[in-house]
């Protein structure tokens, strides 16, 4: 039991990092002229913080996800990349 819930757990970090590069690859491909296509994409979450305020601390809220076709690429790579492994 313990092997399959550490297998979920790679599992997840891998695609996290397939996201995270493949995003930051999408933003540099931005730049390129035949490139432009791997950074459209589109953004979700809040756009406005959500504050709470209890006069002794204050606590903002916010969440924005930005995927894009260099992200998708990443995490198709990162769960094949696990197959693998």
Same mark, same amino acid.
């Given at each position: 039991?313990? *092997?399959?819930? #550490?297998?979920?757990?790679?599992? !997840? =970090?891998?695609?996290?990092? $397939?996201? =995270?590069?493949?995003?930051?690859?999408?933003?540099? &491909? %931005?730049? =390129?002229?035949?490139?432009?296509?791997? /950074?459209? $994409?589109? /953004?979700?979450?809040? *756009?406005?913080?959500? %504050?709470?305020?209890?006069? @002794?601390? #204050? !606590? *903002?809220? %916010?969440?924005?996800?930005? !995927?894009?076709? %260099? /992200?998708? @690429?990443?995490? &198709? @790579?990162?769960?094949? !990349?696990?197959? #693998? =492994?």
């Amino acid at each position: 039991m313990a *092997t399959r819930d #550490k297998n979920i757990w790679i599992l !997840i =970090v891998f695609i996290l990092a $397939g996201l =995270v590069i493949g995003g930051l690859l999408g933003e540099l &491909a %931005a730049k =390129v002229d035949f490139l432009w296509w791997l /950074s459209y $994409g589109q /953004s979700f979450g809040l *756009t406005d913080p959500l %504050a709470l305020d209890l006069n @002794i601390i #204050k !606590i *903002t809220f %916010a969440l924005q996800l930005r !995927i894009n076709i %260099a /992200s998708i @690429i990443g995490m &198709a @790579i990162a769960i094949f !990349i696990y197959r #693998k =492994v």
